[in-house]
């Protein structure tokens, strides 16, 4: 599709100046960003363009469209601002005392555990109250811990300083129990997900020097999805530029701000950017990616947010309540069908298959009927996922997992205490000795679990890997001759474990394949880090039909969207009490609607069942009473 005059101005607009797009849904935002660093590349012999999303899909695609542009992985970083900030302080981390080669604790269990020994370790006595039986307790227990990991996360996303912490946060003692788990998470030689901007900023904001290595070599930056910047990664973003780079391109939408949660605000694009950078601001407003049945439903949602561009197609649009779940779950069904029997369609390109759908849902919970009925109608379908990766299953792959963290860093009594368990043997006295993993891989050989033998071997293997050019895979082929050879015992816990473990030592081939494809570095180190950074994760390629939250639906669409259990306190949902978080609701409804590039039908049950057994009546979604008035 040729630019229109609207995109081609913001994308030949002058070089050296900051540049705010305003983009709706389906105008070509991420077209128009794409097509900015080309022209600033063909337009400078040197200069180097630094492009930020939101995720390593994102950063993926935006790299694909370039792929025709001399020199472009020479002169285009495009990366998340997450990737970017952990390169900053892997090499200059140390200007700061971080300890060298830290790793990331991305999981939220690993962040508790920790959180939970600094108390420890700080007098809290709380091993009692951990054991108790009454259930009820345990759940207070779990909540408190939870509520005490959510407000370490906004001091984090929020940059909050030690004052504005005590003024918000008035227990007494609360910023000595933050301070604590900060200095468990270093000595224990690791970082949480929110500490990566945290630190980096904190390292361009101290160590000008290591900032100015960096604008020397890059002169412009453009943001995706700016509407969805925290304050840490907008600060980030300010500190990078410092007062030398002016070339800033910022493009977002407000009216698909879904992150609030994450302390995201699109007060970042409209209001600190504008401040700050005083930028020339530009709006697109054509959408040419829906038709206009899609298009009328998002404007009634958010009205005159798109406009109809000459060449909409007609489209199709349906808003339908079902008795019930089951109902509503077999009505889809059935409407997949129908639409799959059509062959071809003049509004769909090409032959009509699953592949041009998507169901969205609010939440992964409201999939579970349609997933039953799904199997009874023999659709193959496939639940997309977020970008962290999920834990392994089989003895053999929690072993792997555990067994490189550790031969990273021996001090990580946190996952050496899970490797203990997963092992069944007794931990250490102590943690950081090099030759750990061979006392766990002795201890394992006597051990009652799974194959104790296989998982000793590989304790063993992993020990002998180099940290700086670990050869994975003749790792992968020892093991993987080895696992077949058990398959082919008869034991009882044959079947499920071997095929398990195989399936998650080839996902450690893929993963590490793609990581020195991606030319991501050599090290043991940078090839966890790249896992926890969800940069390994492959791509997305669903056998069948695509179900998808509204979360992790953003940034893509397809020719048939199907939304459903509308229901008032599904979407929205029901803890969205205050104004804004309403209208966080209603930009994620928009979002869902306008992933459609050509049919939408929305459905909800008159009723559901709760998981005690009792049949409750529902009401339609305030969002649906707006679409059909």
């Not at 990078?240 to 949660?261: A, L, R």
């Not at 950074?533 to 179900?547: I, R, V």
């Not at 979407?571 to 050509?598: C, G, M, Q, W």
């Amino acid at each position: 599709m040729n630019l229109s005059s609207s995109q081609s101005q913001i994308i030949q607009a002058p070089l050296g100046q900051a540049i705010q797009v305003l983009a709706s849904a389906g105008s070509g935002k991420t077209r128009v960003l794409t097509e900015r660093v080309r022209h600033i590349v063909l337009s400078t012999k040197k200069d180097r363009v630094i492009a930020l999303t939101f995720t390593n899909k994102a950063a993926e695609e935006m790299l694909q469209r370039l792929t025709d542009l001399e020199d472009v992985e020479d002169r285009c970083w495009i990366s998340t601002i997450h990737s970017v900030a952990q390169r900053v302080i892997s090499q200059y981390g140390h200007t700061i005392g971080l300890p060298a080669e830290l790793q990331i604790f991305e999981r939220d269990q690993d962040r508790k555990t920790i959180f939970l020994q600094s108390l420890r370790e700080n007098g809290v006595e709380i091993d009692s109250f951990l054991e108790v039986d009454d259930v009820n307790l345990r759940k207070n227990r779990s909540q408190i811990i939870q509520n005490y990991m959510d407000r370490f996360s906004i001091i984090k996303r929020e940059l909050l300083t030690e004052d504005e912490v005590k003024a918000r946060y008035t227990e007494e003692g609360f910023w000595a129990t933050y301070s604590a788990y900060q200095q468990a998470l270093i000595e224990s030689g690791g970082i949480d997900f929110d500490d990566i901007l945290v630190y980096a900023h904190r390292i361009l904001m101290e160590q000008p020097w290591c900032a100015d290595i960096y604008r020397a070599k890059f002169k412009h930056i453009c943001v995706d999805e700016a509407q969805d910047l925290n304050r840490a990664q907008y600060e980030f973003i300010k500190a990078f530029c410092g007062e030398q780079i002016k070339s800033i391109f910022m493009v977002g939408d407000p009216n698909q701000m879904i992150y609030g949660f994450n302390g995201s605000s699109n007060k970042f694009l409209c209001d600190f950017f504008i401040k700050d950078f005083l930028p020339q601001r530009y709006t697109l407003t054509e959408n040419y990616r829906s038709s206009q049945a899609v298009i009328e439903l998002a404007n009634k949602l958010k009205p005159g947010s798109q406009v109809i561009t000459d060449f909409a197609l007609k489209g199709d649009q349906k808003i339908l309540a079902l008795d019930d779940e089951d109902t509503e779950a077999e009505w889809i069904c059935q409407s997949i069908k129908n639409i799959l029997s059509l062959g071809e369609h003049p509004e769909i390109e090409g032959r009509i298959s699953l592949n041009n759908m998507v169901i969205i849902a609010r939440n992964r919970f409201v999939f579970l009927t349609l997933e039953e009925k799904l199997k009874t109608n023999t659709i193959p379908f496939s639940l997309k996922k977020g970008e962290r990766g999920a834990e392994s299953n089989s003895t053999f792959g929690k072993v792997l997992d555990l067994g490189l963290r550790l031969k990273l860093n021996p001090k990580d009594w946190v996952d050496g205490k899970k490797l203990c368990s997963t092992l069944k043997v007794s931990p250490p006295t102590s943690w950081g000795d090099e030759g750990i993993l061979l006392e766990l891989s002795n201890k394992a050989r006597t051990a009652e679990i799974p194959f104790s033998d296989l998982q000793a071997d590989l304790l063993a293997a992993i020990y002998q890997l180099k940290t700086e050019a670990p050869n994975i895979p003749k790792l992968y082929l020892a093991f993987h001759k080895t696992l077949i050879e058990l398959g082919k015992q008869d034991t009882p816990e044959r079947d499920e474990e071997v095929e398990i473990s195989l399936l998650e030592l080839e996902e450690l081939r893929e993963s590490w394949t793609l990581f020195r494809k991606k030319g991501l570095g050599e090290s043991l180190l940078a090839f966890r880090n790249a896992m926890a950074l969800g940069q390994l994760n492959g791509e997305y390629d669903p056998k069948g039909l695509t179900l998808s939250t509204v979360h992790t639906m953003k940034g893509l669409e397809k020719d048939i969207v199907f939304l459903m259990g509308m229901c008032e306190g599904v979407f929205p949902d029901y803890r969205a009490k205050l104004p804004h978080e309403i209208d966080e609701e209603r930009n994620s409804a928009f979002v869902a609607v306008t992933r459609s590039r050509r049919w939408i039908y929305i459905t909800y049950p008159k009723r559901r069942k709760m998981p005690w057994g009792d049949v409750k009546a529902q009401q339609p979604s305030r969002f649906i009473t707006q679409m059909t008035s």
